[in-house]
């Protein structure tokens, strides 16, 4: 199971990569960082939850909803929810 640590690493990289993907300062991206300050559009976050899912091999958002993430960090929480969530299905 991957550690919170290792999640928040992968998901602040491809915050940074689809800012800059499209032509938005990247700047610093920490935990508490809003999506929508840092200039998140929808497609945006679309296309960082694709990166995410292919990445992290996990989808967070079957029983929730990314209406509920807000921040860097609240989505960080999303991704180490649902590796747990799988680890004790998996028994991984």
Known sequence: MLIRKAIAET?????????EDNGAEAGSVDLDASLVELGFTSLMLAELLVNLEAELEV???????????????????????????TAGVTGE
């Open 11 to 19: 998901v602040v990289r491809q915050v940074h990569g689809v800012l």
């Open 59 to 85: 989808d967070p958002f079957q029983e929730t909803s990314i209406s509920d993430v807000g921040s860097v960090g609240e989505l960080v929480a999303a991704y180490e929810t649902a590796h747990a969530r």
